[in-house]
C-alpha cells in the first residue's frame, strides 16, 4: 500500500506546485498596477516571484523524477537556470525591479 502512495508524490506535488506557481503569476500580473505603486510593493512582488521560482523547479524536477527515475536530480544548466530565466521573464513584465529583487 505505501508503493502506490510512494509512486503518486511526485505527480500530486508537481501538479500541485505547478498549479501555485500559475496562480501566483496570474494574481500577480491581475494587481500589476499595485506593484508599480511603492517600493515596498515592488519589493513585495520579487518575494512572491521568488515562491514562484521555487513552485516552478518543484514542478519541473518531480515532472522528470516521474519520467525519468526516483535516482534523477535537478541540474543547474537546464532545469534550474530555465527556471530562473521564466521567472525572471515572468517577473519582468510585473515590474522590471520585480525581476532584480527576487
Keep these: 500500500m505505501s508503493k502506490s502512495i510512494s509512486t503518486k508524490s511526485p505527480l500530486i ?3 500541485i506546485s505547478g498549479i501555485l506557481s500559475l496562480v501566483i503569476f496570474a494574481t500577480l500580473r491581475f494587481y500589476a498596477q499595485w506593484f508599480n505603486t511603492s517600493q515596498i ?3 513585495i512582488g520579487g518575494y512572491l516571484f521568488s515562491w514562484m521560482f521555487i513552485l516552478s523547479l518543484t514542478c519541473v ?3 522528470e523524477t516521474l519520467v525519468f527515475g526516483a535516482d534523477f536530480q535537478a541540474r543547474l544548466v537546464p532545469e534550474i537556470l530555465l527556471c530562473l530565466a521564466m521567472t525572471a ?4 513584465v510585473v515590474h522590471r525591479v520585480c ?4
Aim: without cysteine; proline residues 0%.
Design 13 to 15: 506535488s508537481a501538479v
Design 41 to 43: 510593493n515592488t519589493l
Design 61 to 63: 524536477s518531480n515532472a
Design 89 to 92: 521573464s515572468a517577473a519582468g
Design 99 to 102: 525581476a532584480t529583487t527576487r
